[in-house]
């Protein structure tokens, strides 16, 4: 009767680990670093910004990496305690990547940046690290639990910064956006400082892309960026061409 009750209690933790969805993939950085940081201790720096109510949802972890299923964002080197999280591909219609979220589950709480989006969860659902799951829960077996989560700043001191996606020319022209405390919303350009071009965005606001009306970017460009609630940061590429993986320093960061 004893092994027949440890052979159950074996199934059942095998089970709810495989019910665990794989949607995110660790190893996919295209042209950027994704060094998650997985210290559990929360810091905060002061820069205030805007939370939202907590909500009930419910989180999960993911397995083995699936290109197929998620939009990597290739995260920068981040802040001391943030998690890597996909959001359900439902969570919102303005889902933004590089958003941050708090997620609490009794008395314990992380926080976590959206690096890719699941396709099988549904407006409620966060799919963590192993790692976050098992500090969370303490329990990697439970496989899915319900918990509070809000939107919150990305706690920083950097400053916004803008990189040259890979394969970029003077045809066309791909940026990611990193550190922003909020989602950013909208990404412009200008050679004068008064005519501004809206870069269309991919994939969740993965990336940004232009078809270059300027001819060679040869010059200094105006960037202008407004986050999801309308701050707005304007910064300075000092181009000499278009050189991949070239990151250009903002000089800021949305004040709140």
Known sequence: MMKSKKLLAFAVSAFLFAFSVSCSEDSANDDGNNNENNSSEIQETGNGGKTTDWKDGYITFYGQPSSN????????????????????????PDLILGSAYEIKYGDKTIRVIAKDICPDGDNSWFDNTPEAFEYLTGNKALGKVNVKWRETPYYTDKNITVKIKNGSNNWFLGVYVFNGRYGVAKVELSKDGKQFYEMKPYNYKMFWELQCPFGEYNSSLTVRITDRYGHVVTGVMKMTGVQDGKVYDMGKNFDY
Do not use: Q, W
Not at 74 to 85: D, F, Q, S
């Open 69 to 92: 299923d998620s939009y990597p964002y290739p995260l920068p080197e981040m802040e001391k305690g943030y998690y890597n999280v996909a959001p359900g591909v439902y969570f919102f």
